[in-house]
């Protein structure tokens, strides 16, 4: 099992940043990729970043390209969002992939963006 734990949203006025932390526990032997979806009020959930843990590939979604920044150390994935616009409201998900096939979600964080 592996559990995940977000922190780090909140309300934020268009053009700000934030910082989400996802701190990963249990059993994360394995883990080959970590991630953030998000989900807006009436979508589907969308890629927003990924990271693998192996050579470090970095993939972001076209929306947040030169905007949100992923990272990690072993424990920890991190997404620093900076120039927020409306659009970037949802709620976000961490995520974590194993070479075993699973997967792991976080319950979300909630980021609202508005003046």
């Known amino acids: 099992q592996v559990q995940l734990v977000e922190s780090g949203g909140g309300l934020v006025q268009p053009g700000g940043s934030l910082t989400l932390s996802c701190v990963i526990s249990?059993?994360?032997?394995?883990?080959?990729?970590m991630g953030w979806y998000r989900q807006a009020p009436g979508k589907q959930r969308d890629l927003v970043a990924t990271?693998?843990?192996?050579?470090?590939r970095i993939n972001y979604a076209d929306s947040v390209k030169g905007r949100f920044t992923i990272s990690r150390d072993p424990n920890t994935v991190y997404l620093q969002m900076n120039s927020l616009k409306p659009e970037d409201m949802a709620v976000y998900y961490c995520?974590?992939?194993?070479?075993?096939?699973?997967?792991?979600w976080g319950k979300g964080t909630l980021v609202t963006v508005s003046s």
């Open positions: 995520n974590v992939q194993l070479l075993a096939g699973m997967e792991y």
């Open positions: 249990g059993n994360i032997f394995g883990i080959y990729r």
């Open positions: 990271i693998s843990t192996g050579d470090g």
